[in-house]
């Protein structure tokens, strides 16, 4: 089983910790191909920044189908940007890792709070959360203020800090597990996990297991109706390279 895990944001350092948190859970048979597009933002932390993602996104989605060997597709960012666009292109199936960490959460506790980077990306994790279904679940999001980039930094207090976030969601929200809201704290989950002592869901991981099981099910993106491939026709400009033959 081959799984390519994309970080649509341009930063290397968090796509090598990303592909590394993939493997540690991946079943032993399966190559996860963790990239980073070649254009596009060094983080994702507003809609414009979500937008600019979505080209290189689905240039690596594109790349993948036409080597042929991809076997499905994880999103890394939270936003889950260009899901539906990903999923109109590839055979296999596309796991976004909110979606993948909201639903795990859902089946491990009755409620969850999303402790996230920035507030202003707040609004992007509730609608998420409206969209699939979660909202009953979810109590709260919450954001540490601190921008996308310092979770890369040496000596950064971003782990004391996103763990302060998550004491007070469990004491304040009435939550009885987390969802990691940025694909960046990937590396923090287990830590969190053992000084919290309640399930802590990365959605890295939870994407990784999630697109194993739907590829060992043999489940394939459905190409009836809304998720078929997208019908071709010119795009001009900078974005001529787009275009889908027929």
């Given at each position: 089983m081959r799984i390519k895990i994309i970080n649509p944001n341009t930063t290397w350092s968090m796509t090598e910790k990303i592909g590394a948190c993939a493997r540690a859970v991946a079943h032993a048979g399966t190559e996860i191909v963790a990239v980073s597009p070649?254009?596009?933002?060094?983080?994702?932390?507003?809609?414009?920044?979500?937008?600019?993602a979505v080209p290189g996104l689905l240039q690596e989605i594109a790349a993948g189908e036409r080597e042929g060997n991809i076997d499905g597709y994880v999103i890394a960012c939270f936003g889950?940007?260009?899901?539906?666009?990903?999923?109109?292109?590839?055979?296999?199936?596309v796991v976004g890792i909110a979606e993948a960490a909201m639903h795990l959460a859902s089946m491990v506790g009755s409620r969850f709070s999303v402790v996230t980077t920035l507030g202003r990306t707040m609004g992007q994790a509730w609608h998420l959360a409206e969209i699939y279904g979660m909202e009953r679940f979810c109590a709260n999001v919450r954001a540490c203020d601190l921008p996308v980039l310092e979770l890369e930094e040496p000596g950064s207090r971003a782990?004391?800090?996103?763990?302060?976030?998550?004491?007070?969601?469990?004491?304040?929200?009435?939550?009885?597990?987390?969802?990691?809201?940025?694909?960046?704290?990937?590396?923090?989950?287990?830590?969190?996990?053992?000084?919290?002592?309640?399930?802590?869901?990365d959605g890295v991981a939870a994407g990784t297991k999630l697109i194993e099981s739907l590829v060992a099910l043999k489940l394939r993106t459905s190409k009836r109706g809304e998720l078929a491939k997208p019908l071709p026709k010119p795009i001009v400009g900078a974005l001529e390279s787009f275009t889908l033959s027929s």
């Open positions: 070649a254009m596009g933002p060094l983080s994702i932390e507003s809609h414009y920044d979500e937008a600019l889950d940007p260009g899901l539906k666009a990903a999923r109109e292109l590839a055979r296999g199936p782990r004391e800090r996103i763990i302060d976030e998550c004491r007070r969601a469990l004491e304040e929200d009435g939550s009885d597990c987390i969802v990691l809201g940025c694909a960046g704290m990937t590396d923090l989950c287990a830590h969190i996990e053992q000084v919290l002592g309640v399930p802590v869901i």
